[in-house]
T-cell receptor, first 110, second 111 residues
Framework: GIQVEQSPPDLILQEGANSTLRCNFS?????LQWFHQNPWGQLINLFY???GTKQNGRLSATTVATERYSLLYISSSQTTDSGVYFC????????????FGKGTHLIIQP | NAGVMQNPRHLVRRRGQEARLRCSPM?????VYWYRQLPEEGLKFMVY????????ESGMPKERFSAEFPKEGPSILRIQQVVRGDSAAYFC?????????FGPGTRLLVL
């Protein structure tokens, strides 16, 4: 099946810093989503981005489908950004189950 | 539009008992998915259902686990004769076809 690798696995930053999280995938995809799992375990949808660039406030994401990677940018980090960020993809017709990466564990220190 | 609802949020079972997890998809969503997150591991796809049909169960353990999405009512993930290794967070997601939206999860603890 498709492989999803995320880097870095862990990241510790001071409040106000910027960060870039990367997601590499091994095959062409029809769906790519970024999620934030907060310290309470809830999975929050960030982006649906199989290709192109999107922005939502301090967060933005870019997927280069032809090169099989996606980047999540977090600017001006806040302590509430702490948690685990997951990239997930599917290869099928868009309605298949998602394959998740192992995540990037982000800690924002005040 | 209410989000994906799951209940119970926490469930404690003793070894050998049955666990039933429920998921109500977002209004208008006909695709339902179940995922499992084991401690210190990422999320793993289990099963994909549409109304009254299992579309893909390639991620489901072969024994003790079953899922349904009846014509009326929520989707049910059923685990028979639970073992300690079943302790995990179980997430349901729904979709209109495309973006998947996740529920808050059910934390299952097997004693």
């Amino acid at each position: 099946g498709i492989q999803v690798e995320q880097s870095p696995p862990d990241l510790i930053l001071q409040e106000g810093a910027n960060s870039t999280l990367r997601c590499n995938f091994s095959d062409s995809v029809n769906n790519l989503q970024w999620f934030h799992q907060n310290p309470w375990g809830q999975l929050i949808n960030l982006f649906y981005i199989p290709s192109g660039t999107k922005q939502n406030g301090r967060l933005s994401a870019t997927t280069v489908a032809t090169e099989r990677y996606s980047l999540l940018y977090i600017s001006s980090s806040q302590t509430t950004d702490s948690g685990v960020y997951f990239c997930a993809v599917n290869k099928g017709g868009g309605a298949d189950g998602l394959t998740f990466g192992k995540g990037t564990h982000l800690i924002i220190q005040p | 539009n209410a989000g994906v609802m799951q209940n119970p949020r926490h469930l404690v079972r003793r070894r050998g008992q049955e666990a039933r997890l429920r998921c109500s998809p977002m209004k208008g969503h006909s695709h339902v998915y179940w995922y499992r997150q084991l401690p210190e591991e990422g999320l793993k796809f289990m099963v994909y259902l549409q109304k009254e049909n299992i579309i893909d169960e390639s991620g489901m353990p072969k024994e003790r686990f079953s899922a349904e999405f009846p014509k009326e009512g929520p989707s049910i993930l059923r685990i028979q004769q639970v073992v300690r290794g079943d302790s995990a967070a179980y997430f349901c997601a729904s979709s209109p076809g495309g973006t998947q939206y996740f529920g808050p999860g059910t934390r299952l603890l097997v004693l």
